[in-house]
């Protein structure tokens, strides 16, 4: 059944020159709510563009307003034997017809208006996804790409879902193929420069419509349209780079932007009294054995919230790209010594320097005072200047994965035995944190070399650590910490110490970096440690680990 479809005249105001429907038969060009237009034009220069969701699946006509030329003649004639033209793959052929009366063309939104010319005729304009080669709907996320590209982009960072490539991670992304395999098609997104912070709201600006003319790829009469360059292989290498530690930083930190918007503070609880009591049966216990007792409860309650963070840590090392090409010896070297490092950088959005808190994961916050029992009041001071200093950077949490992949790998770790290959493996990650900054943060060229600062700093707050370690070390009788703690801060202990249901532990006071009996080393090997759960009171007492011996 054929409908016809009626045209307003410009000169009469009247409806006139019925059009058949086979002239409306409109393919389309993607699933995903791309508009299609197609021209009909005559020699005059009669130009009227139909957007195809003017017309429903049955063929019926609507309403639609028409869009001509600078010049045109108020008389229309219709072409008489057009053919549809199908549109597939991004590959739009143009038929012109033998006495050049008429031509049928799809002509994909350009919010540039851009429009090329060539010796051998007109030719119309195509913006492409720089990720699919698809229509590109706009400018997202930072680069012009189309309706289905930007969804899933953005569905990524906001489910941060986790993706990997079935073959080779090099993946050939275009239209017809670009939902195959989503590991790929993500990193395509990152390497042509999408990114969240790069989000546009309202109309596109003039410098994005600027980038976007650039971006545009004339189809030619009788070419096909072509396909976006893929960038350097150095660069793509980097972005490879970025998306393995993005990807392996959200899933092993607690710390995230996300998963601390809500929290519901709370003051954390120390159970000195049910621990030690506070008397010795003839009355009060002197000033100095209490405080010695809270300090013992108060870290002992820490090292609760902080060994899962060490197997957090240890997931996140085994994860950065070349990290278990190294030695064993060194994979242990940098996770020990790096890891009060990253830890600081993770929970450096957790300082309150208003309030004088550290919050941990689950809500509960320590207060200034209890800090400075712990460790000491120049250490917590210097920990809340670098928290501050920090946070003033203003880094997402992608570029907070980079810098802690940077702090991990640090070459100059005491005990290394192929430093050369973890300084090798530094600088890529350098490199690529350099890519993410110039990009997002083109406002400060001095965002790289602050962070180089910080991690002088970060040096600075390890070597106060240590020395705060040294009273919990002279007191490893008297401390009740699970072994994976006790390793990563080389605490001695202590079976005599453990009191029933307590946890098993090596009969050796300290286990050396080089055993392959150490709890980090286990878990560094077969990572077959139980999770640490945290209930809504606090962390849950740590329950017997036994790690798998390394073969």
């Known amino acids: 059944m054929e409908e016809d479809i009626t045209i307003l005249n410009m000169e009469s105001g009247m409806l006139s020159t019925p059009l058949k429907n086979s002239y409306t038969t409109l393919p389309t060009t993607s699933n995903e709510g791309n508009s299609v237009w197609t021209d009909f034009s005559n020699d005059n220069g009669y130009v009227m563009n139909y957007d195809a969701h003017m017309f429903n699946t049955m063929g019926t006509s609507t309403a639609f307003s028409p869009e001509f030329s600078s010049e045109f003649s108020p008389e229309f004639s219709p072409p008489q034997e057009p053919s549809p033209t199908p549109i597939d793959q991004g590959n739009y052929n143009i038929t012109n017809s033998s006495n050049n009366s008429s031509n049928v063309a799809p002509i994909l939104n350009d919010p540039t208006g851009a429009t090329a010319s060539t010796a051998g005729g007109s030719q119309k304009a195509f913006v492409p996804c720089k990720v699919c080669g698809d229509k590109a709907s706009g400018y997202h996320y930072g680069v012009t790409s189309c309706e289905g590209c930007k969804g899933f982009f953005r569905r990524s960072i906001q489910k941060q879902i986790e993706y990997r490539c079935l073959r080779d991670g090099k993946c050939l992304v275009y239209r017809l193929n670009r939902n195959r395999c989503q590991y790929c098609r993500f990193k395509k997104c990152l390497a042509v420069g999408m990114s969240r912070d790069s989000v546009r709201y309202g109309r596109v600006p003039k410098r994005s419509r600027d980038r976007m003319q650039e971006d545009v790829r004339v189809t030619s009469m009788t070419g096909e349209s072509e396909v976006d360059t893929e960038v350097e292989k150095h660069q793509l290498a980097l972005y490879d780079i970025i998306l393995s530690v993005s990807q392996a930083h959200h899933s092993n930190c607690n710390y995230s932007e996300d998963k601390v918007r809500n929290l519901a503070h709370r003051p954390m609880h120390f159970p000195i009294e049910r621990r030690f009591g506070m008397t010795n049966g003839e009355g009060l216990l002197p000033v100095g054995n209490i405080i010695e007792q809270q300090k013992i409860i ?8 902080i060994t899962p963070e060490v ?29 009060f490092e990253v830890w600081l950088v993770r929970m450096s959005r957790m300082f ?30 210097a920990i809340f200047q670098f928290a501050v200093g920090f946070n003033s950077m203003h880094l997402n949490d992608g570029e907070i994965g980079l810098f802690s992949a940077v702090v991990l790998l640090s070459a100059d770790r005491v005990g290394l035995s192929d430093p050369k290959a973890v300084e090798k493996q530094q600088e890529k990650l350098i490199e690529a944190l350099k890519l993410q900054l110039t990009r997002n943060h083109s406002s400060d060229p001095q965002a790289l070399s602050s962070l180089i600062l910080k991690l002088s700093e970060l040096r600075s707050l390890t070597a106060r650590h240590n020395d705060v370690l040294m009273w919990y070390r002279a007191n490893y009788r008297r401390l009740k910490l699970p072994p994976l703690f006790s390793e990563i801060y080389d605490i001695p202990r202590d079976d005599a110490a453990m009191g029933v249901g307590d946890v098993a532990v090596s009969s050796t006071h300290h286990i050396s970096s080089n055993s392959h009996e150490s709890p980090v080393s286990n878990h560094v090997a077969a990572l077959n440690y139980p999770q ?20």
């Open 298 to 305: 108060m870290w002992e309650t820490l090292a609760q919230y």
């Open 311 to 339: 197997q957090r840590v240890v997931e996140f090392a085994k994860r950065l790209p070349n990290f278990t090409e190294f030695l064993q010896g060194d994979q242990l070297v940098l996770i020990k010594g790096g890891f």
């Open 352 to 381: 309150d320097i208003q309030f004088g808190t550290m919050t941990m994961c689950d809500g509960c916050f320590l207060g200034r005072d209890q800090l400075d029992v712990i460790y000491n009041t120049d250490l917590v001071t």
């Open 532 to 551: 640490y759960v945290v209930d809504g009171k606090g962390p849950m007492m740590e329950p017997t680990l036994k790690p798998d011996n390394v073969v």
